[in-house]
């Protein structure tokens, strides 16, 4: 099993950034990819990032594109989430998810408010 615990959200004004880390412990070597997902007030959970294992392949939605980087410390087995410019758009619970083994993001952080404040 992979356990996975988020850290660094808070209340920031428009503009400001943010870092969010995402610790891994448990089976981490079996994690095939990473990725941090969003959920505002009212609406579904969607996609913000994600991450290989090697750290060398990301993929990010459209709508965090150029002021988000994802990346990662292997040896600390923690997965950023380095966010600037934000807008009040980006206030959300924002939680961490691991594909172990290739099957699906199946195991989930508790995730970490992010509210944004204009």
């Known amino acids: 099993q992979v356990q996975l615990a988020e850290s660094g959200g808070g209340f920031v004004q428009a503009g400001d950034s943010l870092r969010l880390s995402c610790a891994g412990s448990?089976?981490?070597?079996?994690?095939?990819?990473t990725a941090w997902f969003r959920q505002a007030p009212g609406k579904e959970r969607e996609f913000a990032a994600s991450i290989d294992s090697t750290g060398r392949r990301t993929n990010y939605a459209d709508s965090v594109k150029g002021r988000f980087t994802i990346s990662k410390d292997n040896l600390k087995n923690i997965v950023y989430l380095q966010m600037n410019s934000l807008t009040p758009n980006d206030t959300a619970v924002y939680y961490c998810?691991?594909?172990?083994?290739?099957?699906?993001?199946?195991?989930w952080g508790q995730g970490t408010q992010v509210t944004v404040a204009s």
């Open positions: 448990g089976r981490t070597n079996y994690i095939i990819s």
């Open positions: 998810a691991a594909s172990v083994g290739g099957g699906g993001y199946r195991a």
